[in-house]
């Protein structure tokens, strides 16, 4: 999954990189969002919620999103495999 950051938030993801302590650092800017940083479980979930709003005609997908997703798990009873599949589908 990656995740584009926005110019202006870009510079929250600089880093300097030092290959020889004889030349200054090389400076570079991250344009996608870093898996397993920090704020990652924030950024899916945002990302996540998103998605599902601007999809608005899966409400059981929309309902399970807002409620029961933990970071990227979700656990859900469902009466039938057909209900499984149908979900899981959307």
Request: net charge negative.
């Amino acid at each position: 999954m990656l995740f584009r950051v926005g110019v202006a938030d870009q510079d929250s993801l600089r880093l300097q990189w030092d290959k020889s302590f004889e030349n200054p650092p090389e400076e570079y800017v991250m344009k996608v969002h870093v898996f397993e940083a920090t704020d990652f479980p924030c950024a899916s979930n945002v990302v996540l919620k998103k998605t599902a709003t601007d999809n608005d005609c899966y409400l059981v997908t929309i309902q399970i999103v807002y409620r029961i997703f933990c970071l990227d798990d979700v656990l859900k009873y469902v009466g039938s495999p057909e209900d499984a599949v149908r979900q899981a589908n959307q």
